[in-house]
């Protein structure tokens, strides 16, 4: 079982916006700012997509924003492209407690 | 471009041992946390260990403290996993990732471990 809660599946039409949430609590999401987001393909290494909550590393679209309420982080992905296609991961820091940094179990987002 | 490379992966047998190498390049490497994660067949990611700059803070997870080492040689721009008494469930895929304050802004492409008799 992961520290952090995903929906096991999201899913949107190309073009469309889907939003995809991960739930921790005051020790982890809620305690710090450092919330980031994984796109992973298949056979692929995970990707930064965001950081900081809601900070975009250099080459990644517009198109992916994060945000944060209380223990709930959330990643939106607007304007659906067929290759956003992937597993996303969130993860936290969470103290120098172990674990250091803790992952959602990973959404798999399809585009229909 | 930073880069991040993987070895010494490899079917190893219940108990055994295994060390992973990661050769950096592209970046300050002397300069930077790294971390090891990894990725058990079909299943999501879990955070391994992370390493200070100069090698003198360390932090792991649980289920591997007194298993396993991450180490690092700056001189090398390399960072290590030594893994000792290794289990069924530390088959997986392990990525060396450059690490910021808990974020993983670059991977590398993984390394598989598999231990099975």
Same mark, same amino acid.
Not at chain 1, 10 to 14: E, K, L, M, V
Not at chain 2, 6 to 9: D, P, R
């Given at each position: 079982q992961?520290?952090?809660t995903q929906p096991p599946s999201?899913?949107?039409?190309?073009g469309q916006s889907v939003t995809i949430s991960c739930t921790g609590t005051s020790s982890d999401i809620g305690g710090y700012n450092y919330v980031s987001w994984y796109q992973q393909h298949p056979g692929k290494a995970p990707k930064l997509m965001i950081y900081e909550v809601?900070?975009?590393p250099s080459g990644v679209p517009d198109r992916f924003s994060g945000s944060k309420s209380g223990n709930t982080a959330s990643l939106t992905v607007s304007g659906l492209q067929a290759e956003d296609e992937a597993d996303y991961y969130c993860s936290s820091y969470a103290g120098s407690n172990n674990p250091y940094v803790v992952f959602g179990g990973g959404t798999k987002l399809t585009v229909l | 471009e930073v880069q991040l490379v993987?070895?010494?992966?490899g079917l190893v047998q219940p108990g055994g041992s295994l060390r992973l190498s990661c050769a950096a390049s592209g970046f300050t490497f002397s300069s930077f946390w790294m971390s090891w994660v990894r990725q058990a067949p079909g299943k999501g990611l879990e955070w391994v260990a992370n390493i200070k700059q100069d090698g003198n803070e360390k932090y792991y997870v649980d289920s591997v403290k007194g298993r396993f080492t991450i180490s690092r040689d700056n001189a090398k721009n390399s960072l290590y996993l030594q893994m000792n008494s290794l289990r069924a469930e530390d /088959?997986?895929?392990?990525?060396?990732?450059? /690490?910021?304050?808990a974020t993983l802004y670059y991977w590398g492409q993984g390394a598989l471990v598999t231990v099975s008799s």
């Open positions: 992961s520290a952090l999201a899913s949107g039409s190309p809601s900070k975009r | 993987e070895s010494g992966g /088959t997986a895929v392990y990525y060396c990732a450059r /690490t910021l304050m």
